[in-house]
Nanobody, 125 residues
Framework: VQLQASGGGLVQAGGSLRLSCAAS????????AGWFRQGPGKEREFVSG????????HYADSVKGRFTISRDNAKKTVYLQMNSLNTEDTAVYYC???????????????????WGQGTLVTVSS
């Protein structure tokens, strides 16, 4: 199983970035996926999750209305579109998937079984 996250970088406040996470070695199309982040000196926190079909999504209050999660099961990829970024969004972003087929979206770290390596997002003021 491999999750490869990409798309991080340096952006000014108010800008946008799109993260991608490509999966291999697992039945991506029937398992939920999510994004977490860990800011400097902070614990890792849930950002967003998406159901296996893509029909249901969930967001942390801090990103609701600014971030959009989506997935392309044919490409085995989950995305996180991040708009109106601010300095509080600076973090390493991790993608994750659950191993349980057709399960619900998880919002806790222990809900997820496989993790990507993380991609750094830095928002400058």
């Amino acid at each position: 199983v491999q999750l490869q996250a990409s798309g991080g970088g340096l952006v000014q406040a108010g800008g946008s970035l799109r993260l991608s996470c490509a999966a291999s070695g697992l039945p991506f199309g029937i398992i939920p996926a999510g994004w977490f982040r860990q800011g400097p000196g902070k614990e890792r926190e849930f950002v967003s999750g998406i159901s296996w079909s893509g029909g249901y999504t969930h967001y942390a209050d801090s990103v609701k209305g600014r971030f959009t999660i989506s997935r392309d099961n044919a490409k085995k990829t989950v995305y996180l579109q991040m708009n109106s970024l601010n300095t509080e969004d600076t973090a390493v972003y991790y993608c994750a998937v659950r191993a349980s087929k057709f399960s619900e979206i998880g919002t806790r770290e222990y809900d997820y079984d496989y993790w990507g390596q993380g991609t750094l997002v830095t928002v400058s003021s």
